[in-house]
């Protein structure tokens, strides 16, 4: 029993490994997308053409954003807020295996009679309360490191130093915005996230029901309808990213970069006025979709971008 024990402990840290290495890998990229998300274009956009012919004005793809974010700050400036990232997500584990134990969901895995319909039922409903109870946790409980990870990759904007470590940049929020700015855009975060799961249960819930019996099929199935749902809920993501970062003193978060939102329903409506809800959802082809400007005669062969 102690030898099962102990390699379930085993398995755990070398998850936690894992979970380490695959964000260090990944952090450039995600680096880059969070200041697309926030609106930040340092790259003009050149005139092109989309797959239907028409004229578009098409933005820098991921890895040539993650390659200017390395010539102005080199290799090590890809990795800004790595660290609280990281303890971030492993608080995050941590806190969603807690509540897993404590709820006792893994026995729900257990129950060899889920042919029968009411057990079934019984089965999805307490498998959905525990999705929802682990998920919000963990982003409560994750939220201010979430926030400082946020604030230091928005600083490449205005090449501030205003949030730096763990300890400074908590100093720094709590200066700024009080114990409510370590939970700067935790409303928009949470809605997304539990719109999400809902979406992806139900919908996998039924469409095994109903649709497909095969068990193999439906692992296929519930990974497609999670990227869907994730896809769809998409905006709360930008709206959250972009609430952590106004009024947060750097200029990424302030006029003209970005307006002062007085709650993030603000920050949805304006996004979604100018059709910014989406942006950063696709990293390999974008296209301008803000407010362009035609010059005078004598300049035609430039572009004005107005800001976002």
């Known amino acids: 029993m102690n030898k099962v024990v102990k390699d379930n402990e085993n398995n755990k840290w070398s998850g936690y490994g894992l979970r380490i290495f695959l964000n260090t890998l990944s ?6 997308k969070v ?3 926030i609106g930040y274009e340092p790259i003009p956009p050149r005139p092109a053409k989309t797959l239907l012919g028409k004229p578009a004005l098409k933005l820098p793809n991921i890895f040539q954003y993650v390659k200017h974010i390395k010539t102005v700050d080199g290799l090590s400036g890809c990795y800004r807020g790595l660290g609280p990232k990281v303890c971030g997500n492993l608080i995050s584990v941590v806190a969603t295996q807690k509540m897993i134990d404590y709820l006792d969901l893994n026995r729900a895995d257990e129950e060899e009679d889920t042919d029968v319909e009411e057990n079934r039922k019984r089965k999805f409903l307490k498998c959905l309360k525990g999705d929802i109870i682990t ?3 963990a982003i409560v409980i994750s939220q201010p490191f979430h926030v400082i990870t946020i604030r230091i990759m928005s600083q490449f904007v205005g090449k501030e130093t205003k949030y730096v470590g763990v300890f400074g940049s908590i100093a720094e929020i709590y200066k700024q915005n009080g114990i409510l700015g370590f939970f700067s855009g935790l409303i928009p975060m949470l809605i997304g996230d539990i719109l999400s799961v809902l ?6 819930y039924g469409i095994n029901k109903y ?3 095969e068990k193999e099929l439906q692992n296929y199935t519930s990974a497609a309808i999670c990227m869907l749902s ?4 998409y905006p709360f993501q930008v709206v959250s990213n972009c609430m952590a970062v106004t009024n947060s003193g750097l200029m990424a978060g302030s006029p003209p970069y970005m307006a002062h939102y007085n709650n993030w329903l603000d920050c949805w409506y304006d996004l979604s006025s ?3 809800l989406k942006r950063g959802s696709s990293l390999l082809v974008r296209y301008y979709k803000g407010p362009v400007f035609t010059l005078p005669p004598g300049n035609q062969g430039n572009v004005l971008i107005g800001k976002e």
Not at 199 to 204: G, K, M, Q
């Open 35 to 37: 200041l697309i998300q």
């Open 135 to 137: 998920h919000t946790t």
């Open 27 to 32: 952090h450039p990229f995600e680096y880059a």
């Open 230 to 233: 994730s896809s769809i809920m």
């Open 274 to 276: 100018r059709n910014q």
């Open 199 to 204: 979406l992806a249960s139900c919908l996998t």
């Open 211 to 213: 649709l497909i019996e």
